[in-house]
């Protein structure tokens, strides 16, 4: 078989690991709507920790209008007082932000890496970032333990995919030691269209205060092109 006709091989390269298509999904070509659900961040720890932008941005204006009101009744100091306290916040808020990385951004940084890895075939990092037992399932190919699984997605295409892109990360924690990323791969091929894809990542680590997080088990879910599992 031509191997750019081989879409083992060409979804391995494009999207990191083999194509999947779960029956729930509907189209082959459209991102589906039903996509698993990630449990999302609060809403408190994701504008402190995460995103704190909206909310630098909002006690900046909350600042202003104080100063705003506070001085056209003649109480100029106290306006400034209290834009300089707003500028704390967003100050603290920004500082927050840089110092302290949760664990849905470490196993966001994580899931990133691994995709990175996969694509540039640099196995000794793939060997960092999955666990010993790790496993891959998918309707055309499964593999399991560590050594086996870098084997099939070191199974490339060379010069087919000619970059990437990841859009979009969704990771949530499930418990204190286990964690999922959902993750769109955006890739551009020299054969082939643009295509996405989505893949489901568990992650694992030693204890709570670890952050060497490890994937134990990879399951893509959709990818753009590839009918669903009835299909032929």
């Not at 999947?20 to 999302?40: A, C, G, H």
């Not at 849905?104 to 000794?124: F, K, P």
Request: a negative charge; charged letters at 15%; aromatic letters at 6%.
């Amino acid at each position: 078989m031509n191997p750019i006709h081989d879409p083992i091989r060409i979804a391995w390269y494009i999207c990191s690991f083999i194509p999947y298509t779960r029956d729930t999904m509907q189209s082959p070509l459209f991102e589906p709507k039903n996509l698993p659900q990630i449990e999302p961040a609060s809403p408190l720890s994701h504008a402190i920790f995460e995103e704190p932008i909206l909310a630098m941005i909002g006690a900046g204006l909350v600042g202003v209008l104080l100063l705003l009101a506070l001085h056209t009744r003649g109480k100029a100091k106290q306006g400034l007082l209290a834009l300089g306290l707003a500028a704390l916040i967003s100050g603290g808020l920004y500082l927050t932000s840089h110092l302290v990385q949760t664990d849905r951004e470490v196993i966001s940084s994580r899931a990133t890496e691994l995709v990175e890895a996969v694509a540039v075939g640099d196995q000794q990092a793939m060997q960092l970032l999955m666990g010993a037992d790790v496993q891959v399932q998918s309707r055309f190919a499964n593999a399991e333990g560590q050594n086996r699984v870098i084997t099939l997605a070191s199974s490339r295409v060379p010069g087919l995919v000619e970059g990437f892109t990841i859009p979009e990360i969704r990771a949530d924690l499930p418990g204190p030691r286990v964690g999922r990323t959902m993750i769109k791969v955006r890739a551009q091929s020299s054969h082939l269209p643009t295509t996405s894809s989505w893949w489901m990542v568990h992650w694992e680590r030693a204890n709570e205060s670890s952050d060497d997080w490890v994937a134990i088990y990879i399951e893509p879910i959709w990818i753009q092109g590839i009918g669903e599992s009835g299909d032929n």
